[in-house]
């Protein structure tokens, strides 16, 4: 979908036009490509498609279900939410910078995940 023709980002000014689906690219890369089927180096690329009513979580989550072994690990069974062991990252912005999981997706050409890592030299 052209969420221009649907709604003027900030405005809220509705304009008009036909909702189609928005193309979304998802990059799974290195280790976490091996949820999507990939052989754990480099990226896997999926195209989704976001509904109107979606935000980065709702696509996110209702995108998995064709992974089973992504939906495992990208739903915190407690929460319901993303989970943490995923770095979630927006149009090369990491998952709460410039988006929280609530934001809506209109905006968004492409999200990556890798496994989170925490720690140091």
Known sequence: ?????ILRQGTGEVKQG????LKIRIEAMFLANLLVGGN?????VIEGEASPEDN???FLLRM????????????????????EHLSF???GTPLGIRHTPD?????????AFVYATCGGI
């Open 64 to 83: 998995s279900a064709g992974y089973p072994k992504l939906q495992e690990a990208i739903l915190d069974r407690k929460t319901g939410r993303l989970s």
């Open 40 to 44: 754990g180096s480099g990226q896997v």
């Open 18 to 21: 036909v909702a189609t689906a």
């Open 1 to 5: 979908m052209q969420r221009s023709d």
């Open 89 to 91: 990252i927006v149009n």
């Open 56 to 58: 980065i979580e709702s």
């Open 103 to 111: 934001s809506p997706i209109f905006d968004v050409d492409t999200i």
